[in-house]
């Protein structure tokens, strides 16, 4: 469910008239529903209020502060993947014992700011990571709270892009080799073992994979446990997937996903921590765009909009769907054209859909790229020098602009032109 519904013939995100934002602020821009933030946060608190744990927005699917102050305020813990997502997390008011640094690549300098401002607990993905954070903290006279993340080779039947949890994927430690590794972790100074991670895909929309994977988890807990570590936390990582396409299958609901858990690892008595990301996020956001012109092909009609793929990269990186809407309402039964809809980058990856079925428009005419809250803004660029859009939040009949839309001149101040040119 989300909050973007048409009311009086126009789509509005909760109270706000969309049409009335793109008349005021210009085209395209990216905009959010607090509502539905909320209410997704919400469905995995409550899926896991069976026992002790921290639901951990993945701050890499939709990072703008007021998204993070919102979340953070209804107590969400934030998992970061790099030193700015870490100083992102901490600007918008999360405290350090909330914040779980994730990624395989983290640099000397990343974990050290880490250290300094507070950390919940690293996710270590490799052996020569956990020597890094070993001798940083023991400098520091620290021991700072570990899980290793182990890498259970299930596949997560999802694409092979954000597939994560298989042997031939670069993350995390065999799981094979983790009860060797554990044993190393724990004669380290400044490491204090604490749990176990796992995280195997993003997307996913059968719980099988997941079943597969935390049922490897809870045999491994109970290994270690028997081999004298004090394991207390188990990091599940995210995943969810949701729906994108008409005709998909509906993906699991995050009640479903906290049973499983329960099923799995409940007996345990470990703190749970999940990282979703995409399912708190994607539904609560559109790309709203215009047509610029309508052009008929050989064979075939383009909505030519003025968005393109340096806004919205997934339907060009992942040949990923978005259902794309009139804004203004169409009326009922109303015949509908099959368009290629195409932004003006000058590359023919700069496609968001073939032969879609679109009611008849015309130049001028808004569209809203539904389920564009996650892995949207957060991946656009300035390629083809044009300016990141304005990211948007509504809240209720209010609305503010949370990232503005930048002036070329403003591009510009960002190159250096050295003396001698």
Known sequence: MDHFLYRDGQLHAEDVPVADLAATHGTPFYLYSTATLLRHYRLFDEALSWGPHLVCYAMKAASNLAILKTLAAEGAGMDVVSG?????????????????????????????????????????????????????????????????????????????????????????????????????????????????????????????????????????????????????????????????????????????????????????????????????????????????YVKEGEGRDFLILDAAMNDLIRPAMYDAWHDIVPVKQPAPGVETRNYDIVGPVCESGDTFAKARPMPPLKAGDLVAFRSAGAYGAVMSSEYNSRPLVPEILAHGDQHAVIRARPSFEEMLSRDNIPEWL
């Open 84 to 292: 700015g997502e870490y100083a992102r997390a901490k600007a918008a008011g999360v405290p350090g014992d909330r914040i779980v640094f994730s990624g395989v690549g983290k640099t000397r300098e990343e974990i050290a700011q880490a250290l300094e401002g507070g950390i919940r607990q690293f996710n270590v993905e490799s052996e020569p990571e956990l020597a890094v954070i070993s001798e940083l903290a023991a400098a520091r006279n620290m021991e700072v709270p570990i899980a290793i993340r182990v890498n259970p080779d299930v596949d997560a039947k999802t694409h092979a892009k954000i597939a994560t949890g298989k042997s031939e994927n670069k993350f995390g430690i065999p799981i094979a080799r983790a009860r060797e590794v554990y044993a190393h972790a724990a004669s380290l100074p400044g490491i204090k073992v604490t749990g176990i991670d796992v995280h195997i895909g993003s997307q996913l929309t059968d719980l099988e994979p997941f079943e597969m994977a935390y049922r490897k988890v809870a045999d491994l807990t109970e290994q270690l446990r028997a081999e004298g570590h004090e394991i207390t936390r188990l990091d599940l990582g995210g995943g969810l997937g949701i729906p994108y396409a008409r005709d998909n299958n509906a993906p699991p609901l995050p009640t479903d996903y906290g049973a499983l858990i329960q099923r799995t690892v409940g007996h345990l008595g470990c703190e749970i921590e999940i990282e979703p990301g995409r399912l708190i996020a994607g539904n609560a956001g559109i790309l709203v765009s215009r047509v610029i």
